[in-house]
């Protein structure tokens, strides 16, 4: 399989990649599916895929803990080393282009106070929803890529 079929079959045509390493061949190996399964635990199990209704948590600690990806999928890549290449092209990419745009906007919001703002507080809980589609994609393409049975859709959000 090429990487743009393997990207299509997720839906996540949108990303920017090199239109040369689209047409390479998708071959995750051993230590690509152990990279791929450490951050499919982190990403399941944090606000990035769980849904969070308008009565519970907080909004800094969404943030925080969106942000962490960033610190995770760096240790990640750097215990599996340069033998995780597959694992290293998505995640890079999904970091940069999906999670970055909405840490960089809210991380200056949260600075002038906009998460003390009810109203903008709302507007953080619509992108987060947002992204979260978008890292529920990823977290379903981390699951194939581990090889493991995919549990984001596990639980009813009661939506």
């Not at 507007?123 to 947002?130: A, P, T, V, W």
Request: hydrophobic residues 40%.
């Amino acid at each position: 399989m090429k990487w743009k079929e393997w990207l299509d079959r997720w839906s996540m045509t949108g990303l920017k990649i090199n239109t040369g390493f689209l047409d390479l061949e998708w071959k995750p190996e051993d230590r690509d599916r152990d990279a791929a399964w450490e951050l499919y635990v982190e990403l399941l199990t944090r606000i990035t895929t769980q849904h969070l209704q308008p009565e519970h948590g907080d909004e800094k600690s969404a943030l925080d803990s969106v942000y962490a990806l960033f610190g995770l999928t760096r240790a990640t890549l750097k215990q599996h080393g340069r033998h995780c290449n597959e694992f290293a092209k998505i995640a890079i990419v999904v970091l940069n282009q999906v999670v970055r745009p909405f840490t960089v906007k809210w991380h200056k919001e949260s600075l002038t106070g906009a998460l003390g703002d009810p109203i903008r507080c709302r507007r953080f809980r619509d992108e987060l929803i947002e992204l979260q589609v978008q890292l529920r994609k990823y977290t379903k393409m981390l699951a194939d890529m581990a090889g493991v049975e995919d549990l984001t859709e596990l639980e009813n959000s009661g939506n």
